[in-house]
């Protein structure tokens, strides 16, 4: 009944797309970053206990690119956080992306699921902090003292995704689910669509990529070309008629 009177949330799932035209790599197409780099070496548990150097280096790296002076939001971040501004209801953004330029953008209801660039945490006491100096495999936690414990806060192969509490309520109230740049091929983010579909039958759901993704026929409605081009576009059509 209250959705008559309150707009239903808009929960937006965003992936290594929507950073492309910003300057950062993606990780499957053909200069992903998983085609350069043995995932297996770096962003597994096993790859944390086998070789901690190697993995902390890969992460130092990224988080020095991340930094780069011509790294900044694009115009598919900024109408993410107009979005947000400018709509009656809620709008959550359940990013996959660790950079900040969701953020950095403007948009305030960020839920990064695969955690977040510059946070680091002890592998033995848990403890979460904001860092933006290199680890070594000699790092002390600042908070029990551990040596080479700490690795970056960021969700690896295997291991559980951060805020799913939060995603799986904000899916349950979702009237419009939007997924933009992202392959479709990790879950359990792949399976958001379905989720937000076997909640609420008459949700509307929106794929917005560069290419058609294997789980294209899944969406309701299909939007492609480069985000910063069909972003920006998508969302003023939404703030002025909604999406039916
Ligand atoms: N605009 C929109 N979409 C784009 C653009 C662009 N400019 N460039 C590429 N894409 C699309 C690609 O066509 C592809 O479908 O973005 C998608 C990127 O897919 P992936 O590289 O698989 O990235 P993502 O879906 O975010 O990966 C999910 O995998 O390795 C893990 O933890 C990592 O969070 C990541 C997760």
Known sequence: MHQDFFPPTIVALTGAGISKESGIDT??????????VNLEE????????????????????????????????????????????EYGGEVVIVTQNIDP??????SRNVLHMHGRDGEIRCMRCG???????????????????????????IVWFGEMPQHMDEIHAALERCGLFLAIGTSGEVYP????VLEVRRHRARAHTVELNLEPTDNRDLFHEHIYGPATQVVPPYVERVLRHGWR
């Open 101 to 106: 330029l969701h953020e950095q953008a403007g």
């Open 27 to 36: 990780f499957r197409d053909s200069d992903g970053l998983w085609k350069r």
């Open 42 to 85: 770096v962003a597994t548990i096993e790859a944390w206990h086998r070789d901690k150097k190697k993995v902390l280096d890969f992460y130092n790296d990224t988080r020095r690119q991340f930094r780069a002076a011509h790294i900044e939001p694009n115009a598919a971040h900024r109408a993410l956080a107009r979005l947000e501004k």
């Open 189 to 192: 983010a792949a399976g958001f």
């Open 127 to 153: 403890h979460v902090l904001e860092s933006d100096v290199d680890l070594t495999p000699r790092s002390i936690c600042p908070g029990c003292q551990a040596v080479g414990e700490l690795r970056p806060n």
